[in-house]
């Protein structure tokens, strides 16, 4: 079911939490709505479940306006961060929570609930744990039986809130995949929150990058991540070096984009900074800080001769070759940059 | 098991000491003074005394009165606790204030309160007898007594609970189609049943005892609305000492019997949602 989000609008007393934000999200499909915390992603995740009221504008579920229809009809799953498990109740009765609640004429007979918590136990791989209490089970199995209680009443929009906010690293990607693999399964569409670039670009399929309200970008992680629409999507996906062109007049240029006059801002990815160690056109001068080997990527620390800092990634091969040393002194260029007029910069 | 887990909190040989004379001294040493007391009654003797009929009488008034005013304060002070959690409106924080006035009333003094408003020609009594309810000077009239004095327990186990009870709970069941009753029913009353079973106990306990408020209001007729409290009174101003305490013991016994079975209840029912290992 496809879900339109037209002009809604939300403030919390003085703060403006959602600007007239307008959205698509297409039938089927895995969609992030990504930002850092207080730009109104979950407000507009709790408006499109019903548990928050916009000020103005409207909600179309498929189509059909649902802005006045209360949670309990809106037919939704909804993940919170805190899992919200109910704790008197075992992990079975937990998912089977939904379907018992459900008047006498729809509810499903108890064979039926049975084998239906069962199914959806499996389908989270937790069907083993069906007689334990959420106090017995770690934050990942948490997470994945209340993903399972969501699923349970056949929602036709899944919700989930920061589902690994609170989770250590190690399980967040582990789980990432597996709902990444139980989307291809179920293929309900979902919208889910997060304020990790890395989490929104691995696992969905588009991405809406929002700030302070309002939508900065909305793309596929490809293009949120190579083509930013504007400085703020650039800053927060990924590091980024900015090179001032009024400082070093005519640099931007290197980038082959044209530069829109004096105060011009150049946004350069760190792995985008090529290093040579002899002058050559359009290159700047630099110094060597610092070299740090992290993992599969080198990062260099270095300073221009003005004094501000650039960040560069080399791979390990490229370093192998080069040996780089800290106090050394280099030229950089890059490869490809992206240029934003001064004012419109954070 | 071991007696002493391995802990990094010190002055555990302390503060269990401390707790074990505190409470030798406050409760344990009194009561076995009563028991022993009760001892210089030979078996027959203390038999005669403990089953005589106004003494039977009287026990099962208090435990009965107690039982249904803790039960009567488990729903009231379920709603009580909702309201002042749940609403906000002007005065909420008097009111608040106000469930605590039976926790520092002088107990005579809401005894002599409550007998004014419910005797027959009282405020309350006057329109309840058109209705041929008659309230003081009836057993009616202690459950009315220990209910008022049992109030606080409740609304102020209870509260707490119901505050820090997690608003996503409740979301989580509307959005899995739950209503507001089903919410209730199945959400929060669960999770507050551990306290309201602790408040219930407190309420109860503190009823068994009760003396000051019970005894203006319940006219003290034998066999009628005789509490056991009253009645040691009674042995102790004759001088029968060892017959007040052969009531007592008996009194203590089923107190002890009655809260610890409750206790056991709550241990059972936090064990088995896996709450404690």
Redesign the interface.
């Known amino acids: 079911m496809s879900i339109e989000i037209q002009s809604i609008a939300k403030q919390f007393g003085s703060f403006t939490a959602l600007d007239k934000v307008n959205l698509k999200v297409e039938t089927g499909e895995l969609l992030a709505l990504l930002g850092p915390s207080g730009c109104g992603k979950t407000t507009l995740l709790r408006i499109i479940a019903g548990l928050e009221t916009p000020d103005s504008g409207q909600i179309l579920f498929h189509g059909e306006d649902a802005t006045d229809t209360h949670v309990r009809e809106r037919q939704v799953g909804f993940v919170f961060q805190h899992y919200a498990l109910f704790r008197h109740m075992t992990v079975f009765e937990n998912v089977a929570f939904g379907l018992r609640v459900r008047p006498k004429h729809t509810r499903p007979n108890n064979t039926e609930i049975k084998r239906r918590v069962h199914e959806l136990l499996n389908l989270v791989q937790l069907d083993w744990l069906a007689d334990r209490y959420p106090a017995q089970l770690s934050g990942g199995q948490r997470q994945r039986i209340a993903l399972a209680r969501a699923l349970a009443v056949e929602p036709k929009v899944l919700l989930l809130d920061e589902p690994f906010g609170a989770l250590d690293t190690k399980v967040r990607k582990e789980l990432r995949r597996w709902l990444k693999r139980l989307h291809e399964e179920v293929h309900v569409t979902s919208v889910f929150v997060t304020h990790d670039q890395e989490e929104a670009l691995e696992v969905a399929d588009r991405v809406v990058v929002m700030n302070k309200g309002r939508i900065e970008q909305v793309g596929t992680p490809e293009q949120v991540y190579d083509t930013p629409a504007t400085p703020f999507v650039y800053q927060f996906l990924g590091d980024v070096n900015l090179f001032h062109s009024r400082v070093h007049g005519g640099f931007a240029q290197v980038g082959e984009h044209p530069v829109a006059g004096d105060g011009a801002v150049a946004y350069v990815r760190p792995h985008d900074i090529e290093l040579l160690r002899e002058p050559a056109p359009q290159t700047l001068a630099a110094k060597i800080d610092h070299v740090r080997a992290i993992g599969s990527i080198v990062r260099l620390e270095l300073s221009l001769e003005n004094g501000d800092p650039v960040e560069a990634e080399l791979s390990r091969d490229a370093y192998a070759g080069q040996r780089y040393a800290s106090g050394e002194r280099v030229y950089i260029r890059p490869r490809s940059a992206r240029v934003f007029a001064e004012d419109y910069a954070i | 098991m071991r007696f002493k887990q391995p802990s990094v909190l010190p002055g555990f040989n302390l503060a269990f000491g401390y707790t074990i004379v505190y409470l030798s001294l406050l409760v344990l040493i009194p009561l076995s003074a009563l028991v022993i007391k009760t001892t210089s009654l030979s078996l027959a003797e203390f038999w005669q005394v403990v089953s005589s009929e106004r003494v039977v009488a009287a026990y099962q008034l208090t435990f009965g009165a107690s039982l249904i005013a803790a039960v009567i304060n488990l729903f009231a002070g379920l709603l009580v606790a909702w309201v002042l959690v749940r609403y906000s409106f002007p005065g909420k924080r008097i009111v608040d204030a106000l469930v605590d006035l039976p926790f520092a009333l002088p107990t005579a003094v809401a005894g002599i309160a409550l007998t004014t408003l419910y005797a027959p020609n009282g405020l309350i009594g006057e329109q309840l007898a058109k209705l041929g309810i008659q309230v003081a000077f009836k057993p009616l009239g202690v459950v009315v007594a220990l209910t008022f004095i049992g109030l606080p327990f409740v609304v102020r186990t209870v509260q707490p609970v119901l505050q820090d009870l997690?608003a996503?709970?409740e979301?989580?069941?509307?959005?899995?189609?739950?209503?507001r009753w089903?919410t209730f029913c199945?959400?929060i009353f669960?999770?507050a049943?551990p306290a309201l079973l602790t408040g219930f106990t407190l309420a109860f306990a503190r009823a068994i005892g009760e003396y000051g408020s019970v005894i203006f209001i319940a006219g003290n007729i034998p066999l009628e609305s005789e509490i056991v409290p009253l009645l040691i009174i009674g042995k102790l101003e004759q001088y029968d000492y060892a017959g007040a305490t052969a009531i007592a013991t008996v009194m203590l016994l089923i107190s002890f019997v009655l809260i610890l079975a409750i206790n056991l209840i709550q241990w059972w029912h936090a064990r088995r949602?896996?709450?404690r290992k």
Not at chain 2, 171 to 179: P, T, V
């Open positions: 997690e996503e709970l979301e989580a069941a509307a959005c899995l189609g739950a209503n089903q199945k959400i669960p999770a049943l949602h896996g709450m």
